[in-house]
């Protein structure tokens, strides 16, 4: 079946670096682009970024661009989003998902995704 799993969550302070990891199986990982989102205690889910399945086009909200990286290597079936600058309002669960369509672009819609992780913790102290 279909699985994604997070992982590189902690706990650093502001200004300091994460890489989160999304492996996955169950699926051809080089076909389908993946999206990163993250949610924060008490708001909707967001998405941060995503990228091709080919990995030659990204996507970033405005909010991390400049200081997070997508990128993904399709002979390991990964994902990493590389978060630099961190800022105490990127505390979040980060969560990575499947676009729904096989090569189709990602987009900034939740619903554009069917499959998710379970999410990694991500906490930047001041």
Not at 16 to 21: A, E, V
Not at 49 to 57: D, L, V
Not at 70 to 82: C, F
Not at 86 to 100: F, G, I
């Amino acid at each position: 079946q279909v699985q994604l799993v997070e992982s590189g969550g902690g706990l650093v302070q502001a200004g300091g670096s994460l890489r989160l990891s999304c492996a996955a199986s169950g699926f051809t990982f080089s076909a389908y682009a993946v999206g990163w989102f993250r949610q924060a205690p008490g708001k909707e889910r967001e998405f941060v970024g995503g990228i091709r399945w080919n990995g030659g086009t990204t996507l970033y909200a405005d909010s991390v661009k400049g200081r997070f990286t997508i990128s993904r290597d399709n002979a390991k079936i990964t994902v990493y989003l590389q978060l630099n600058s961190l800022k105490p309002e990127d505390t979040a669960v980060y969560y990575c998902a499947r676009r729904k369509r096989p090569f189709f672009s990602s987009t900034t819609a939740t619903n554009d995704y069917d499959y998710w992780g379970q999410g990694t913790q991500v906490t930047v102290s001041s």
